[in-house]
Each structure stands twice: as structure tokens, then as C-alpha cells.
């Protein structure tokens, strides 16, 4: 039986950082959707369509192996999307202990809505565990250089809306 995971998020935008727990992930599981998020309480900078055309774009660069990936935009409950698409395996990326703390609260509860499927955490690497979505927006917003943290396409993205 394949194992279907799902690794979450808004992804907005994807960051190596994420393409990092993505590589990753795929040691984990056989079959990996990432589920671009809607309904997340932030308030993102590109609409769900978008992130998920640059989490598609960004995917070509793992070669075959994004044959196994899949893009989903979802809204709703995860553990909805899980049983739609049939993954018990939810990989969420673990930064900072305060990342854990949160991550912990949101696997209990999505064990408790399906005890069925099985939180997977991944610790950041070392060269990526400072990345976050929310630095490399507010570097992009005052003009700073984000080539290191975002592929180019993210980051022309970003040039593009901050000068709007």
C-alpha cells in the first residue's frame, strides 16, 4: 500500500526552506500532495492561485522526482483533504521550538478529528532553519535581496507585487 502524505501550508510564498522539507519528505512517503491552504487566519500576499503556480514551478527542480508530488489548493479541515486524497501521513516543518509547540497543539488535534493519520515532523536543516515566509516577504517589501532564500521566479514574483 502506497503511503500518501500531505505536507500543509500557505506557502506564500515557498521558500527553499520549504523545498528543503519537501526533498525530505519524499524519503518519508511515496506519494506527497502539498496542500497550498486557504483558510489559514493570515492574510497572504498572492491569492491561492498563484501560490500554487509558483509551488508547481518551483517542484520542476526535483526531476523525476516531482513526478510524485501533487498541488493541491484546499480549504477546509486537513484532515478532510487527507481522507479525499487517502493520506495518513501529515508532514509538518519544525524551525524553532516555538514552531513545535504550535505544531504539537495542531497534531493533537487533527488526532483527535481522525486518529488515522499520523503527524511527521521534520526539523529544519542547518542552512535553512531561519527561512521563513514572513522575513522574506518583509526583506522583498524594503527592497532587500531574497535570491538566497527564494527561487528566482519567487522572487521576481515578489519584486513585481511590492512595487505595485
Known sequence: MARIGIYPGTFD?????????????LTVVDTLIIGVALDTGKAPVFEIEERGLLVRENLKELGAAASRVEVRTFSG?????????GA????????AVSDFDYEFQMACMNSRLDPTIETVFLTASENTHFISSR?????????????????PLVAEHLRKHFKA
Not at 495518513?88 to 524551525?95: A, D, F, H
Open 13 to 25: 510564498p515557498i521558500t527553499v526552506g520549504h523545498m528543503d522539507v519537501i526533498r525530505r519528505a
Open 77 to 85: 479541515l486537513l484532515v478532510n483533504l487527507a481522507n479525499e486524497v
Open 88 to 95: 495518513k501521513i501529515l508532514i509538518r516543518g519544525i524551525r
Open 135 to 151: 522575513f522574506v516577504k518583509q526583506i522583498a517589501r524594503l527592497g532587500g535581496d531574497i535570491s538566497t532564500f527564494v527561487s
